[in-house]
């Protein structure tokens, strides 16, 4: 039977107080409490993403619980503490940096999974969807006033700053949905190709989430993605004047921009 301690499931201090960080960024993001609202965006961004990341290995390592590995939960991975993550460079560090660098979501593998434990093929393609499922489900929250008409009376700075969360998770999602090694797309496929494929590919795991962002600093490619990108969120109410001024906003080393008001503006 899948199970673990209550003390292997406690949740962190650490995860708590990223939960408090976020709460006060976007308190003082709706009340417009700080004097540069950019960096009270910026913390609310960077704290909600480092949240997401949390969110999204818990939800590899819970799935690989109920799939039979009972080591998860002695590693620490069920306590949401991203500290626990055995390549906290790739999880947190890079993913932050990603974000800071060009706007884009896209977190690492972090947990390890003791694959031997675990029956069955689709168990093994469901623990790796459930990463990406988890940004998907975190998207789908963000941009639910967007999409359920709830926006009036939201202030534009945390209606700005909501769309731009909702493009890192979307961006996430897609991204690591890839089947490029080292990404959980890659993992899904991966049971279902043969021992030769698989160890002929393995040497090149540790470098597909640096390829995948390298390629996206192609021009034309980078235009096509995000083009696609703006057409999800478009479905989901989220317009592009909302995302770039989120991001705009986020980028608050550059200096406050002076965003036009929303008043007399009709949005697509």
Known sequence: MSTATRGERRVSPVFLALVAIMAVSIWAVWTDFSASPGFAVFLFIVSGWVVSLCLHEYAHARTALHGGDLSVGARGYLTLDPLKYTHALLSIVLPVIFVIMGGIGLPGGAVFIERHRI????RHSLISAAGPLTNVLFALVVTAPFWLGAMDGVPDHFRYALAFMAQLQLTAAILNSLPVPGLDGYGVVEPWLSYKVRRQVEPFAPFGILAVFGILWIPEVNIAFFDMIDAVLHGLRVTEWDTYWGQQ???????????PSLTGIVLD
Do not use: D, K, S, Y
Not at 119 to 122: I, V, Y
Not at 249 to 259: A, D, H
């Open 249 to 259: 906003l986020f980028r608050f080393w550059e200096g406050t921009p002076e965003i």
């Open 119 to 122: 029956r069955g093929r689709w």
